[in-house]
């Protein structure tokens, strides 16, 4: 069955970084685009970026130019990295796979201190 997992949050002061790992399982990994959300507290889940299967990316304007997105097929696994973090990117953040429906991970809590 498919199986996404995140890893790698945590708490952070605003201007750190954070990278965070989706590691998936349960179908054919390269072949499939993969997308990054985030939900605040009180807030609609929201796309934060993905990567195609050829490695094209595309990023909400809030994130553009601090946060990268990669993915090492060798591994099953995609990246997200988080640099000049705000206290507005605090939240969960899940990644998420489309194959016929949604499938999504548990999260990883990001907390971002001002």
């Known amino acids: 069955q498919v199986q996404l997992v995140e890893s790698g949050g945590g708490l952070v002061q605003a201007g750190g970084s954070l990278r965070l790992s989706c590691a998936a399982s349960?179908?054919?990994?390269?072949?499939?685009?993969i997308n990054w959300y985030r939900q605040a507290p009180g807030k609609q889940r929201e796309l934060v970026g993905g990567i195609t299967s050829v490695w094209r990316t595309n990023y909400a304007d809030s994130v553009k130019g601090r946060f990268t997105i990669s993915r090492d097929n060798a591994k099953n696994t995609v990246y997200l990295q988080m640099n000049s973090l705000k206290p507005e990117d605090t939240g969960v953040y899940y990644c998420n796979v489309r194959i016929g429906h949604d499938y999504w991970g548990q999260g990883t809590q990001v907390t971002v201190s001002s």
């Open positions: 349960g179908f054919i990994f390269s072949i499939n685009n």
